[in-house]
């Protein structure tokens, strides 16, 4: 691949001008460039060349020294402005309490307790069909022992602590299935007693009830509420400037979301590594 031209000075300043001061470093230009070639030129083959050799190594690590210096020189006043214009940036965006992070944490509370509450029903209404499959299937293959043992239980008051909302679609359920163990155990004892049309007859009474009661459970209702996928990921912050690899200084985001992709698995939150501390931000997502 081919190396990217080098803007000379001239361009440089057409392309910028306002930095005029780039022209300072026309004459040390000039001296390096000089200084370059008579270096190129030595070849040591004694003493005297050696002595010219070291004579014109130090004279061009000068020149290279001021080119750094002007360059702090020149930037000094830019790179203070842009410092300046940081703080000025900070300033406005600090608060005693973030907004942002509150009102965040405010939804993600919020949401918490919808969630919460949605759990609490729906195991609510599990247990409430659990009740009335166990009833069904009881009765559908029930003995007059069974009878004895459901009716038992289904007469004693709700449990209204365990209940709560559905107690009232509980003391229905229950109504109507003291009902119909009444009559199949009517119907069964009928059996080894009655005549054949007094047990049809006991039969179709207790057909004509199956067919009135409804033993369907009613639903509480869901609360629900409109919300963005809840997500954790990875953020990082300067804990310890002089604890910071230089390799990450300046700090090169890249190179840190890079290592933290890498250790992402390892990572414990508000942990300080070289420096850097990582945290997990949770934030809201549509």
Same mark, same amino acid.
């Given at each position: 691949m081919a190396k990217k031209a080098i803007a000379n000075l001239t361009d440089l300043v057409i392309a910028n001008p306002n930095l005029t001061s780039l022209k300072q470093f026309e004459g040390l230009k000039k001296q390096l460039d000089e200084s370059a070639n008579q270096c190129l030129k030595i070849k040591i083959t004694d003493e005297s060349s050696l002595k010219v050799c070291e004579n014109n190594l130090s004279k061009f690590n000068d020149l290279v020294k001021a080119v750094e210096d002007k360059h702090?020189?020149?930037?000094?006043?830019?790179?203070?402005?842009c410092t300046a214009i940081d703080g000025a940036k900070n300033y406005i965006l600090n608060f005693e309490v973030d907004p942002i992070d509150y009102l965040k944490k405010q939804k993600l509370a919020y949401i918490a307790e919808i969630e919460k509450e949605k759990e609490r029903v729906?195991?609510?209404?599990?247990? +409430?069909?659990?009740?009335?499959d166990v009833l069904a299937m009881q009765l559908q293959h029930a003995t007059i022992e069974t009878c004895n043992k459901y009716l038992g239980i289904i007469k004693n008051p709700v449990n209204k602590e365990k209940w709560q909302e559905l107690t009232p679609q509980v003391e229905e359920l229950y109504k109507n299935y003291i009902t119909l163990f009444e009559l199949k155990k009517k119907e069964l004892e009928a059996t080894e007693t009655a005549t054949p049309d007094e047990l049809e007859a006991i039969q179709q009474v207790a057909e004509e009830a199956k067919a009135k009661i409804e033993v369907a459970a009613v639903v509480a209702p869901i609360q629900t509420v409109s919300i963005g996928k809840i997500k954790k990921t990875?953020? +990082?912050e300067v804990d310890n400037i002089n604890d910071v690899p230089k390799q990450w200084l300046c700090v090169d985001e890249e190179k840190v979301k890079e290592y933290m992709a890498i250790q992402k698995d390892v990572l414990i939150d508000g942990q300080v590594i070289k420096g850097i501390k990582?945290?997990?931000?949770?934030?809201v997502v549509a």
């Open positions: 702090k020189e020149l930037k000094k006043p830019h790179w203070d402005n729906e195991t609510l209404n599990k247990y +409430f069909n659990s009740a009335k990875w953020k +990082f990582f945290y997990q931000q949770t934030s």
